[in-house]
């Protein structure tokens, strides 16, 4: 699996760079700021038929936060779907958990 992150900061200001570096901006206390992360999943043989059995994907992003506390290491962590069940399945099976 491979993963590329992109800087959305509000506004866009600083621009994304296409070289992939992050420029450096300041975020307000309490502010934020996003970014997009896209994430390919291909097997190792070449067989897509292997990634059937993946139901999710675990990411971490890790980054360097500096601030008036100095510089810290932060971390994000979020588990990515990669399938999702059938409507009516999961409404039959909600249904069935409610009777019961």
């Not at 997009?36 to 675990?58: N, Q």
């Amino acid at each position: 699996a491979t993963a590329r992150s992109t800087p959305r900061p509000p506004d866009n200001d600083p621009p994304a760079r296409p070289d992939d570096y992050w420029a450096a901006y300041v975020v307000p206390i309490h502010g934020g700021t996003d970014m997009e992360v896209v994430v390919d999943v291909t097997s190792a043989t070449g067989r897509d038929e292997e990634l059937d059995a993946l139901d999710a994907a675990f990411l971490r992003v890790e980054y360097v936060a500096y601030g008036h506390h100095g510089r810290t290491v932060q971390e994000q962590q979020v588990v990515l779907p990669l399938r999702f069940p059938e409507v009516k399945a999961a409404a039959a099976a909600a249904a069935a958990a409610v009777n019961t």
